[in-house]
T-cell receptor
Framework: DAKTTQPNSMESNEEEPVHLPCNHS???????IHWYRQLPSQGPEYVIH???SNVNNRMASLAIAEDRKSSTLILHRATLRDAAVYYC??????????????FGTGTRLKVLA | EPEVTQTPSHQVTQMGQEVILRCVPI?????FYWYRQILGQKVEFLVS????????KSEIFDDQFSVERPDGSNFTLKIRSTKLEDSAMYFC?????????????FGSGTQLSVL
């Protein structure tokens, strides 16, 4: 089962910032927080990941709470192309010591023109 | 940017038939995955593959499913005798390593329709 909790859906106006929250209260000290998104009719794509410090890249920013039990994906200026399902993921360690990503239901972001 | 390629984009088959879904992972990647997504539902993990063997498989990945890396570039998912409930979008993914911060790259998927 997914180890994260996200709101089912959110709406934003175009050109405005969007803050997508995620709770991961059972996170362990070595878990990275990964965010992926799935645009309509496409496969998931990487957005950003972080461990403790806030992270920025060309797509988004990731703000991680001090206790690491929650994080927020920030899209600074939402565009219509950002309409997607956003997944916050902690990887599961498998019995063989490898990793797998377990997707939850994610947050469906709707961007209004 | 390099990408994971999946073929075909759509596959229609009759119930009971065998299908093979094909994927070309990114060339220097060593870890390979199959996921599926039934229409309107979550992306579900099927199997992971490393060093020419299955690392992990889910409950969905029963004896009807198999994976193979036949030639060092392709990574295939075979369903031996398809069922109606196998209809889904199947995504292949690959990663360079299994490090904590490793990114997973997904293909665009194969839409499988079982009639």
């Amino acid at each position: 089962d997914a180890k994260t909790t996200q709101p089912n859906s959110m709406e934003s106006n175009e050109e405005e910032p969007v803050h997508l929250p995620c709770n991961h209260s059972t996170i362990s000290g070595t878990d990275y927080i990964h965010w992926y998104r799935q645009l309509p009719s496409q496969g998931p794509e990487y957005v950003i990941h972080g461990l403790t410090s806030n992270v920025n890249n060309r797509m988004a920013s990731l703000a991680i709470a001090e206790d690491r039990k929650s994080s927020t994906l920030i899209l600074h200026r939402a565009t219509l192309r950002d309409a997607a399902v956003y997944y916050c993921i902690l990887r599961d360690v498998t019995a063989s010591g490898t990793y797998k990503y377990i997707f939850g239901t994610g947050t469906r972001l709707k961007v209004l023109a | 940017e390099p990408e994971v390629t999946q073929t075909p984009s759509h596959q229609v088959t009759q119930m009971g038939q065998e299908v093979i879904l094909r994927c070309v992972p990114i060339s220097n990647h060593l870890y390979f995955y199959w996921y599926r997504q039934i229409l309107g539902q979550k992306v579900e993990f099927l199997v992971s593959f490393y060093n020419n063997e299955i690392s992990e498989k889910s409950e969905i990945f029963d004896d009807q499913f198999s994976v193979e890396r036949p030639d060092g570039s392709n990574f295939t998912l075979k369903i031996r005798s398809t069922k109606l409930e196998d209809s889904a979008m199947y995504f292949c993914a690959s990663s360079e390593s299994s490090a904590h911060n490793e990114k997973l790259f997904f293909g665009s998927g194969t839409q499988l329709s079982v009639l």
